[in-house]
Protein backbone atom coordinates (compact mmCIF):
# COMPACT_ATOMS: atom_id res chain seq x y z
CA UNK A 1 0.00 0.00 0.00
CA UNK A 2 2.68 2.42 1.15
CA UNK A 3 4.91 1.18 -2.46
CA UNK A 4 1.50 2.78 -4.61
CA UNK A 5 1.00 5.52 -2.74
CA UNK A 6 4.27 6.78 -3.21
CA UNK A 7 4.37 5.95 -6.54
CA UNK A 8 1.05 7.96 -7.20
CA UNK A 9 2.52 11.12 -5.31
CA UNK A 10 5.80 10.91 -7.29
CA UNK A 11 3.59 10.63 -10.72
CA UNK A 12 1.23 13.67 -9.57
CA UNK A 13 4.54 15.38 -8.60
CA UNK A 14 6.10 14.72 -12.45
CA UNK A 15 2.86 15.90 -14.11
CA UNK A 16 2.65 18.74 -11.88
CA UNK A 17 5.91 20.39 -13.91
CA UNK A 18 3.86 20.60 -17.42
CA UNK A 19 0.83 22.09 -15.73
CA UNK A 20 -0.17 25.73 -16.11
CA UNK A 21 -3.67 26.26 -15.27
CA UNK A 22 -4.14 27.24 -11.51
CA UNK A 23 -6.92 25.37 -11.24
CA UNK A 24 -5.14 22.08 -12.77
CA UNK A 25 -2.44 23.14 -10.08
CA UNK A 26 -4.84 23.27 -7.13
CA UNK A 27 -6.31 20.18 -8.46
CA UNK A 28 -2.94 18.52 -8.38
CA UNK A 29 -2.10 19.89 -4.92
CA UNK A 30 -5.48 18.37 -3.79
CA UNK A 31 -5.12 14.87 -5.24
CA UNK A 32 -1.28 15.43 -2.94
CA UNK A 33 -2.44 15.95 0.10
CA UNK A 34 -5.03 13.61 -0.11
CA UNK A 35 -2.15 11.28 -1.19
CA UNK A 36 0.67 12.76 2.37
CA UNK A 37 -2.82 12.07 4.55
CA UNK A 38 -3.02 8.33 3.69
CA UNK A 39 0.65 8.19 3.67
CA UNK A 40 0.36 9.97 7.43
CA UNK A 41 -2.35 8.04 8.50
CA UNK A 42 -0.86 4.38 7.60
CA UNK A 43 2.12 5.47 9.22
CA UNK A 44 0.84 6.62 12.67
CA UNK A 45 -2.12 5.40 15.04
CA UNK A 46 -3.65 8.70 15.37
CA UNK A 47 -5.98 10.17 12.60
CA UNK A 48 -6.28 13.66 13.76
CA UNK A 49 -2.93 14.61 12.48
CA UNK A 50 -4.31 13.89 8.22
CA UNK A 51 -7.45 15.15 9.15
CA UNK A 52 -6.27 18.35 10.70
CA UNK A 53 -3.93 18.93 7.52
CA UNK A 54 -6.61 18.07 5.31
CA UNK A 55 -8.86 20.25 6.52
CA UNK A 56 -6.57 22.94 6.63
CA UNK A 57 -5.51 22.47 3.15
CA UNK A 58 -8.86 22.21 1.43
CA UNK A 59 -9.59 25.41 3.39
CA UNK A 60 -6.83 27.29 1.62
CA UNK A 61 -7.28 25.26 -1.51
CA UNK A 62 -11.32 26.65 -1.51
CA UNK A 63 -9.80 30.66 -1.26
CA UNK A 64 -7.35 29.80 -3.97
CA UNK A 65 -10.28 28.39 -6.28
CA UNK A 66 -12.48 31.38 -6.04
CA UNK A 67 -9.13 33.70 -5.97
CA UNK A 68 -8.70 32.44 -9.27
CA UNK A 69 -12.45 31.58 -10.65
CA UNK A 70 -12.95 35.44 -10.07
CA UNK A 71 -9.93 36.48 -11.64
CA UNK A 72 -9.38 33.84 -14.64
CA UNK A 73 -13.12 32.86 -15.09
CA UNK A 74 -12.69 32.22 -19.04
CA UNK A 75 -9.66 30.90 -19.50
CA UNK A 76 -9.33 27.50 -21.31
CA UNK A 77 -6.87 24.37 -20.34
CA UNK A 78 -4.18 23.12 -22.90
CA UNK A 79 -3.37 19.72 -22.51
CA UNK A 80 -0.06 18.21 -22.77
CA UNK A 81 0.93 15.24 -25.57
CA UNK A 82 0.31 11.67 -25.31
CA UNK A 83 4.07 11.33 -25.66
CA UNK A 84 4.58 13.28 -22.35
CA UNK A 85 1.87 11.60 -20.09
CA UNK A 86 3.42 8.23 -21.12
CA UNK A 87 6.47 9.40 -19.97
CA UNK A 88 4.71 10.50 -16.86
CA UNK A 89 3.58 7.47 -16.08
CA UNK A 90 6.78 5.60 -17.12
CA UNK A 91 8.61 7.32 -15.01
CA UNK A 92 7.37 6.70 -11.38
CA UNK A 93 7.33 3.00 -12.22
CA UNK A 94 10.58 2.83 -13.16
CA UNK A 95 12.21 4.57 -10.16
CA UNK A 96 9.95 2.57 -7.61
CA UNK A 97 10.96 -0.48 -8.95
CA UNK A 98 14.76 0.08 -10.02
CA UNK A 99 15.32 1.59 -6.07
CA UNK A 100 15.18 0.26 -2.78
CA UNK A 101 12.16 1.45 -1.10
CA UNK A 102 13.25 4.20 1.55
CA UNK A 103 10.62 3.03 3.87
CA UNK A 104 11.25 -0.02 6.19
CA UNK A 105 8.61 -1.98 8.44
CA UNK A 106 11.20 -1.51 11.38
CA UNK A 107 11.62 2.15 10.74
CA UNK A 108 7.50 2.15 10.51
CA UNK A 109 7.02 0.64 14.14
CA UNK A 110 9.65 2.50 15.67
CA UNK A 111 7.77 6.40 13.59
CA UNK A 112 4.38 5.30 15.48
CA UNK A 113 6.02 4.77 18.45
CA UNK A 114 7.63 7.91 19.11
CA UNK A 115 4.85 9.85 17.82
CA UNK A 116 2.25 8.36 19.76
CA UNK A 117 4.65 9.32 22.87
CA UNK A 118 4.93 13.13 21.55
CA UNK A 119 0.86 13.54 21.00
CA UNK A 120 0.29 12.17 24.73
CA UNK A 121 2.82 14.84 25.57
CA UNK A 122 0.47 17.28 24.57
CA UNK A 123 -2.28 16.17 26.43
CA UNK A 124 -0.61 15.68 29.85
CA UNK A 125 -1.76 17.53 32.78
CA UNK A 126 1.24 19.94 32.79
CA UNK A 127 0.20 21.20 28.89
CA UNK A 128 -3.74 21.52 29.68
CA UNK A 129 -3.60 24.92 29.98
CA UNK A 130 -1.54 25.57 27.10
CA UNK A 131 -4.13 23.50 25.23
CA UNK A 132 -6.81 24.78 26.41
CA UNK A 133 -5.40 28.36 25.87
CA UNK A 134 -4.51 27.63 22.22
CA UNK A 135 -7.92 26.00 21.46
CA UNK A 136 -9.66 29.00 22.98
CA UNK A 137 -8.08 31.46 20.90
CA UNK A 138 -8.18 29.39 17.87
CA UNK A 139 -11.93 29.31 18.22
CA UNK A 140 -12.23 33.06 19.20
CA UNK A 141 -10.30 33.74 16.11
CA UNK A 142 -12.54 31.85 14.13
CA UNK A 143 -15.97 33.58 15.45
CA UNK A 144 -14.18 37.13 14.76
CA UNK A 145 -13.85 35.88 10.88
CA UNK A 146 -16.90 34.87 10.50
CA UNK A 147 -17.75 38.26 12.11
CA UNK A 148 -15.60 40.29 10.22
CA UNK A 149 -16.78 38.77 6.61
CA UNK A 150 -19.58 40.46 4.89
CA UNK A 151 -21.63 38.57 2.23
CA UNK A 152 -22.34 41.67 -0.15
CA UNK A 153 -18.44 43.08 0.62
CA UNK A 154 -15.36 41.16 -0.31
CA UNK A 155 -11.71 41.42 -1.83
CA UNK A 156 -13.55 39.86 -4.88
CA UNK A 157 -14.94 41.72 -8.09
CA UNK A 158 -18.50 41.58 -8.57
CA UNK A 159 -19.72 40.09 -11.51
CA UNK A 160 -22.37 41.90 -13.57
Do not use: C, H
Given at each position: MVNMIVSLMMFFCSI???LNHPISLGFMILMQTILVCMLTRILT??????LSMFLVM????????TYVNSICSN???SFTSWKMTLFYMITPTYIIYT?????????NLQLKDNF???FVKLFLTINIYS?????LYLLIALIIMINL???????????Y
Open positions: MISFSAWIPVGGLMVVFSKFQPLVFNYYDNLESMFTFIGLTKGPLRKK
